[in-house]
């Protein structure tokens, strides 16, 4: 198994919360998806991010969902814990549970108010000293979501300062040069190299990759072609890497809806055999049949492209 260190690499989905129609956590699912994800092939796992609605889980539900994950992966993959929190306190309790529990290291972002580097230092500097000793840490960059922003400086600061943050997600948008900048400072700046995973709903796979990127973490739910993507690019087939990627970007850029775009995963998992509901929990969005129609035909076009280039067709499309 690949260790969650500074030199992970690779494909970590993000994973969904399975619910019933009725809103209750559907754990049998959770089973199913981490069949899915490793049939597909990923690298890692990452679960109670944004995907995984965990603002929505009660804390016992949490905890119960981490350990039916756990369970299910066995550790044939590292796990990684989403324990931002307004509240350090609460921040590091999950963080603590989730080790215990067995994961593999924990992903923190800034919290909204953080301004400044001055901000995030104060921030983390207090953080930091209440985990425990050895926690791996992804520190996340989503200042879209988070609104707190992380300078190149304040990123090599922290990963300069604390030696357990392992890897960085880079989910800035416009965001290529930082990325390069970020991993050119090990021989720029003398900073300690560490893993970098891309987000953004993999939108910039290719350029990322290009640019240095060790990895992908998101939820797309055809990471089956994210590692082959990957590993077309490990292979040095850049060109090749990239013309497969591009026969999936609608599908990409169709699950980049702001709001909508967890429900279309969710189905398109049910109609592949990972989820046997693809409802969020409420308050969240439905699909109507207009909905269902266009995601049929992009599942058609993407059949028909397949074929043309001879690549294999997913099941459940």
Known sequence: MQKFDEAAHGVYVIAATPFTETGQVDMASVDSLVDFYLEEGVHGMTVLGVMGEAPKLTDSEQTALLSRYLARVDGRVPVVVGVSNPGIDNLVSLSKASMDAGADGVMIAGIPGLKTDDQIFSYFDKLMTKLDVGTPVCLQDYPNTTTVYFSVTAINFLIDTYDNIVMFKHEDCPGHRKLTQVRRAPESEGIRRVSILVGNGGLYVPQEMRRGADGIMTGFSFPGMLVDVYNLYREGKADAAEDLFDIYLPLIRHEQQFGFGLVL?????????????????????????????????????????????????????
């Open 265 to 317: 995963r969710k189905e398109t998992l049910r109609r592949r055999g990972a989820l046997s509901c693809p409802a969020a929990r409420a308050p969240g969005p439905a699909m109507d049949s207009d909905d269902h129609a266009e995601l049929e035909n992009l599942f058609a076009r993407l059949k028909g492209k397949l074929a043309a280039s001879d690549h294999r067709v997913p099941h459940g499309i």
